[in-house]
């Protein structure tokens, strides 16, 4: 194993890049969290008695995952999927342990003591 690998999971998690400013940017894109939970509220109304999930994986297909799942937690969501564990290490420090969080990829050997 190389030094890379060795590491906590915790420590390889990439850092996002520092914001540019929007004149580089060329285009931006606002998201409405607001919009996000009464779609979900609205979801839920139609749906009844029946369980509904988060997916936020890919940040919340580039939404920004913690933040779309903290919006959706606040309207009730109790279950929340990813891809990866490392985003789901991530979405666990941004909810604490109340959700249940599943990842579709599941768990890499080696990793089964991060995932608890």
Do not use: W
Not at 12 to 17: D, G, I, L, P, T
């Amino acid at each position: 194993m190389n030094g890379a690998s060795k590491k906590s999971l915790s420590e390889r998690v990439a850092v996002k890049a520092a914001p540019i400013s929007e004149a580089a940017a060329g285009a931006i894109l606002t998201i409405d969290l607001g919009a996000i939970r009464e779609n979900y509220r609205r979801l839920k109304a139609r749906l009844g008695d029946v369980g509904c999930a988060g997916v936020v994986k890919a940040d919340g297909y580039g939404l920004g995952g913690a933040q779309v799942a903290a919006a959706l937690a606040a309207e009730g969501c109790a279950t929340f999927f990813v891809a990866h564990l490392a985003e789901g290490v991530l979405l666990r420090q941004a909810l604490g342990a109340r959700p249940a969080i599943y990842v579709l990829n599941g768990i890499q050997p080696g990793a089964e003591s991060e995932a608890i």
